[in-house]
């Protein structure tokens, strides 16, 4: 499925219109290439604002770490949860939409703590 300017996901629909433009772009090309909708926005979404707003420093860090009931989210100065779900895999699923949305970077952490991946990061 293809998006216009007209018609595009939700996710999009709170960027300024020449960044959503150019997201559009990207995510038809990704999408032309076997890529599936979800990664395609969130691709498209983070090269869009490199490409559209130049500066990409400054870009909120999230974390999704551990928590006392399963896994939570938070800014990585943050004191609270944004998110907690039992399972990682059930925190990723919306953490991935939550960060994109908000045009941050993901840190993903390993049940020890460390480090595991970065997610939205160039």
């Not at 949860?81 to 039992?86: F, T």
């Not at 595991?116 to 160039?122: C, D, F, G, P, S």
């Amino acid at each position: 499925m293809s998006w216009t300017k007209n018609d595009y996901p939700d996710s999009l629909k709170n960027l300024p219109a020449d960044v959503r433009n150019k997201a559009i772009e990207i995510a038809n090309a990704l999408l032309d290439e076997g890529y599936e909708e979800g990664r395609a926005i969130a691709i498209a979404t983070d090269r869009a604002h490199k490409s559209e707003e130049g500066n990409t420093s400054g870009k909120t860090e999230y974390h999704v770490s551990p928590h006392d009931d399963g896994w939570q989210l938070k800014k990585a100065d943050g004191q609270r949860a944004i998110l907690v779900e039992e399972t990682k895999d059930k925190l990723l699923a919306k953490a991935k939409d939550y960060v994109t949305d908000h045009s941050g970077t993901l840190v993903v952490h390993k049940q020890d703590g460390s480090v595991e991946n970065h997610l939205y990061q160039r």
